[in-house]
Structure formats: structure tokens, C-alpha cells
């Protein structure tokens, strides 16, 4: 299957700093990509859909000033938590979906661990 | 609004048994519906989807159904092993913007 990694895979920042997540399609193109996030004992969450070249979906409630997300090409995703707080602190899901052919099938990242202190 | 439930919440079997995990969803118009298996503080890694057209679909010792007009899915395993122990996710998309709705998650325990 398609392969889609995440970097970094933890961070740990202090309060008030800015935290940028990549992630990136290995040996496809992704027209979409998503972004969740996961409490523990929860399931995920959508919070954005990004496709390249225009400007990233939010869902609501999700503040887009405080999550930047920037989708510059085909295999790259990135998402920024500014100003992160201790309320930020969680697990951070990409996932990717190609162009044709995949059924719209969805590959996940294997996730980022965001623990703001 | 989509919402999507799974039954039950955790789950946990002798090795070498059959089992079945439900997942129900209230807007029957989807698109289609994945299910995926999660590790602990992993990733996601997608076991079966099924179109909406389709009504089933097998992978292995994996079989996942989908009666659209209920609203409903199964995840049937069969022969389970300990190594099948994981977190098994449901998940609809409701249409061409792709966006996936999840369930809560079955936490399946299988002991050897």
C-alpha cells in the first residue's frame, strides 16, 4: 500500500512556542491530505482537509490561526501549532489520498506526539 | 450530522476464536467505509474499505460487511491470534470532499 510518513514522530515543547509537523506522501501524489488529532482513549478527529496549491478546510471550532496548514506540493504537508499550550498537547494524524485509482481510499501517518509543558 | 458508534468498546477472547465488531452509522448516504487497525500511540493501518456499492470485501482471515440502508458494518476475524490485539477503528466518508467520520474504537484484547 501507498506510504505516507510524519515527522517528527514526538516533540516537546515549552508553552508559547511554535511546533511544525511534515507530512509526506513516499510513492504517491496526494491531491488531499488530512489532518486529525487524538486524544487518548479517543478516536480522531478531523481538523482540516488540505488540498495543494489553495488554502486548507477547517472544520469547526478548529482555530486556523493557531493551526497553519500549508499544502505547497503534491507529497508535502505541513502543520504548525503557534503559540502551542498545554491544552495543544496530543497526538497529531496526516493522512493522504491520491489522485486516481486508490478507490479514495485514505493512508495515515503514523502520527506525532505533541507534549506542550 | 454523521455520527458513528461501535459496540462493543473493548472486547476480549481466548486465542483461536471467531469474532465479530459492530459499527452503526446514522446518514445512510455514504460513500464509503473503512475500517483500520490502530496500535498503541501508532498510526493507523487500513485493513478493508468498502464502496457503497459493494457488500462486503475480505482480506485474509479479515471479512468486513455493509448493509447501507441500516447502517451497519461488521469486522468479522476469524481464528483471532494475540497478535490481532489492537484498537479496530470504523470509519464513513459521506461524500466527494473524502473526509472521514470515525467511531470511538473497539479495543480488542486476544489472549494466548
Known amino acids: 500500500g501507498a506510504v505516507v510518513s510524519q515527522h517528527p514522530s514526538w516533540v516537546i515543547c515549552k508553552s508559547g512556542t511554535s511546533v511544525k509537523i511534515e507530512c509526506r506522501s513516499l510513492d504517491f501524489q496526494a491531491t488531499t491530505m488530512f489532518w486529525y488529532r487524538q486524544f487518548p482513549k479517543q478516536s480522531l478527529m478531523l481538523m482540516a482537509t488540505?488540498?495543494?496549491?489553495?488554502?486548507?478546510?477547517?472544520e469547526q471550532g478548529v482555530e486556523k490561526d493557531k493551526f497553519l496548514i500549508n499544502h505547497a506540493s503534491l507529497t508535502l504537508s505541513t502543520l504548525t501549532v503557534t503559540s502551542a499550550h498545554p491544552e495543544d498537547s496530543s497526538f497529531y494524524i496526516c493522512?493522504?489520498?491520491?489522485?486516481?485509482?486508490?478507490?479514495?481510499?485514505?493512508?495515515f501517518g503514523p502520527g506525532t506526539r505533541l507534549t506542550v509543558l | 450530522k454523521q455520527e458513528v458508534t461501535q459496540i462493543p468498546a473493548a472486547l476480549s477472547v481466548p486465542e483461536g476464536e471467531n469474532l465479530v465488531l459492530n459499527c452503526s452509522f446514522t446518514?445512510?448516504?455514504?460513500?464509503?467505509l473503512q475500517w483500520f487497525r490502530q496500535d498503541p500511540g501508532k498510526g493507523l493501518t487500513s485493513l478493508l474499505l468498502?464502496?457503497?456499492?459493494?457488500r462486503e470485501q475480505t482480506s485474509g482471515r479479515l471479512n468486513a460487511s455493509l448493509d447501507k440502508s441500516s447502517g451497519r458494518s461488521t469486522l468479522y476475524i476469524a481464528a483471532s491470534q494475540p497478535g490481532d490485539s489492537a484498537t479496530y477503528l470504523c470509519?464513513?466518508?459521506?461524500?466527494?470532499?473524502?473526509?472521514?467520520?470515525f467511531g470511538k474504537g473497539t479495543l480488542l484484547t486476544v489472549n494466548p
Open positions: 488540505s488540498n495543494e496549491g489553495s488554502k486548507a478546510t477547517y
Open positions: 493522512s493522504a489520498r491520491g489522485a486516481s485509482g486508490s478507490g479514495n481510499e485514505q493512508f
Open positions: 446518514d445512510s448516504a455514504i460513500y464509503n
Open positions: 468498502i464502496q457503497s456499492s459493494q
Open positions: 470509519a464513513v466518508s459521506l461524500g466527494s470532499n473524502y473526509k472521514l467520520t
